[in-house]
């Protein structure tokens, strides 16, 4: 199901990040994972991921500048990469912020696996068609 699938996690937990990991391998998804921003970002330019799903809570640079900064790259495959806040941040006001930051999708922790890989399946189906109705 997610066998094409290149997913950047970012949680400023490990067990959170082991988890994702764990979660979305088992339908066939390449995981990388980062535990800040910067490293995030670091990881962007190196592994050209189809998908990034952060947490918002972290120390430092929350999910909500990585998703800004990441709007703001000039590479197009990097800024308009599809993305998903991942995130105990339930409220509304959260989830207004997250899609204004950027975000495509917002999910609450914990989450249902099966939700999760049918999201990202759904999120990164539709990333490539724009991208083939955009070439």
């Given at each position: ?28 998804a390449t995981v990388e994972l980062a535990a800040s ?12 991921p189809t998908i990034l799903v952060a947490d918002i ?15 703001t790259l000039t590479q197009p495959d990097l800024a ?56």
């Amino acid at each position: 199901m997610l066998r094409d699938a290149k997913v950047l996690v970012v949680d400023d937990e490990a067990d959170a990040r082991d988890l994702l990991d764990f979660i979305l391998q088992k339908p066939g998804a390449t995981v990388e994972l980062a535990a800040s921003t910067g490293e995030a970002l670091e990881l962007l330019h190196i592994s050209r991921p189809t998908i990034l799903v952060a947490d918002i809570g972290m120390p430092g640079e929350d999910g909500y500048e990585l998703m800004r900064r990441v709007r703001t790259l000039t590479q197009p495959d990097l800024a308009l990469l599809p993305a998903m806040a991942l995130t105990a941040y339930a409220r509304a006001e959260e989830r207004a912020q997250a899609f204004s930051a950027g975000f495509q999708s917002h999910m609450t922790k914990p989450v249902e696996p099966s939700e999760l890989i049918a999201t990202i399946a759904r999120m990164v189906e539709e990333a490539g068609r724009a991208m083939g109705q955009s070439s």
